[in-house]
Structures are given as structure tokens and as C-alpha cells.
């Protein structure tokens, strides 16, 4: 069965530069979700779309930037890195319109490191 | 503050055996509690989930416990083989009407079954 795409799966950045992560969901999936997980850490929620709105924020730092696209690929933008970006990064689907919209399938992730 | 927590960082069992992975968590809000597995460098495999108006879910040598007066989960492994070698984050998601809803992830555990 198909899964979440991620790509790239790895990227390396310097300080105050840009990067983009590119997340593809399951076919059919209409929500999308990205987290990030800080090395030794729990998962920590980003933010969310549905139907290419945004739905719910977390704690995303207004340097970082997502949005979803008309074929709900989505794109998470970051900008003036900083050595605490250093993280992995996933991205998380689910179709709302089954009624389990709780059950979220992740990719295997972007791992970033700022230097 | 950690709203979803799992006590025990590690845990080794005997292959064959019964594996339980505990999870405590402070918002009686939660509706849905989700058990996810998870490899390095892979993302978080979606394992079993329950909601909070039932005390049981099972799939096959997975089983999940919910308890909300003491607001604690279980996860159940029978029996436990090599291959369930892995972390296990125990998560919940809180349903504020809308669309998405952002999991809260517990630390995780790591789970060695030996053969």
C-alpha cells in the first residue's frame, strides 16, 4: 500500500539559510500534519491542514511557514535557520472524511541538520 | 509540562512473553489514545488505537487498556517476538471540532525482546 512520501530524506543547511521539506500524503488522505522531533525527544506537533486551509497551529516559530497544495502535497519552508532546527521532521496524514481522522500515518521523515 | 507520559524509558522481555507498555496522561479532554512504533531513522508506524468511551481494543497479539478514572493505557504484546524490537510512543489527540487533530506524544519506550 502506498505511504507518506517524504523528500528530501536528508538535508544538510547552514545557519541562516532556507530549506524546504516536501511531504506527499497517502492517496485519497485530505489532512496533513508535520512534526518535528528534536533529538531525544517526543514528536512535537507543527501544524495541520485539511482541504488546503490551515487547520491548527502549534509550536511552529514564525520563521517556518507551510501551506497545502490543490494535490495535498504539502511544503514546510524555513527560514534563517538556526543550529536548534536541527531536527527530524515528519509529516503525518489522515482522511477525515473515513471518520478515523485520529489515525495519522507518518513518513519516515526529513532529517535536517543546520551547521 | 508533559501531558502524556510514559514512565519507563526501557523494557526487556523474553520472547514469547507477555510485553506491557504503560502510559499515563493529565487531560481528562482526551478522546482518542493512540500506540505508535517506531524504528531509527524510520517515522512512527501506526500499531492500535482506542477511543475514550471504550476500555478495551484489540487487533491481533495487540491490545490496548484504557483506564480513564485513573487516566492511565496499556499496550499489550502476546507474545512478544524479536521483530517488536522497537520504541513505542503512546499518544492521545484531543478533538476540538475541527478537522485535524494534533497528537500529544508521551516520551517512549524502548522495548528488547530476546530471544
Known amino acids: 500500500a502506498a505511504g507518506v512520501i517524504q523528500s528530501p530524506r536528508h538535508l544538510i543547511k547552514e545557519k541562516r539559510e532556507t530549506a524546504t521539506l516536501k511531504c506527499y500524503p497517502i492517496p485519497r488522505h485530505d489532512t496533513v500534519y508535520w512534526y518535528q522531533q528534536g533529538p531525544g525527544q517526543d514528536p512535537q506537533f507543527l501544524i495541520s491542514?485539511?482541504?488546503?486551509?490551515?487547520?491548527d497551529k502549534g509550536s511552529i516559530p514564525d520563521r517556518f511557514s507551510a501551506q497545502q497544495f490543490s494535490d495535498y502535497h504539502s511544503e514546510l519552508n524555513m527560514s534563517s535557520l538556526e543550529l536548534g532546527d536541527s531536527a527530524l521532521y515528519f509529516c503525518?496524514?489522515?482522511?477525515?472524511?473515513?471518520?478515523?481522522?485520529?489515525?495519522?500515518?507518518f513518513g519516515p521523515g526529513t532529517r535536517l541538520t543546520v551547521l | 509540562d508533559q501531558q502524556v507520559k510514559q514512565n519507563s524509558p526501557s523494557l526487556s522481555v523474553q520472547e514469547g512473553r507477555i510485553s506491557i507498555l504503560n502510559c499515563d496522561y493529565t487531560n481528562s479532554m482526551f478522546d482518542y489514545f493512540l500506540w505508535y512504533k517506531k524504528y531509527p531513522a524510520e517515522g512512527p508506524t501506526f500499531l492500535i488505537s482506542i477511543s475514550s468511551i471504550k476500555d478495551k481494543n484489540e487487533d491481533g497479539r495487540f491490545t490496548v487498556f484504557l483506564n480513564k478514572s485513573a487516566k492511565h493505557l496499556s499496550l499489550h504484546i502476546v507474545p512478544s517476538q524479536p521483530g517488536d524490537s522497537a520504541v513505542y510512543f503512546c499518544a492521545a489527540s484531543l478533538n476540538y471540532g475541527g478537522a485535524t487533530n494534533k497528537l500529544i506524544f508521551g516520551t517512549g519506550t524502548l522495548l528488547a525482546v530476546q530471544p
Open positions: 491542514f485539511y482541504e488546503k486551509m490551515q487547520s
Open positions: 503525518a496524514s489522515s482522511f477525515y472524511s473515513s471518520g478515523l481522522s485520529n489515525e495519522q500515518f
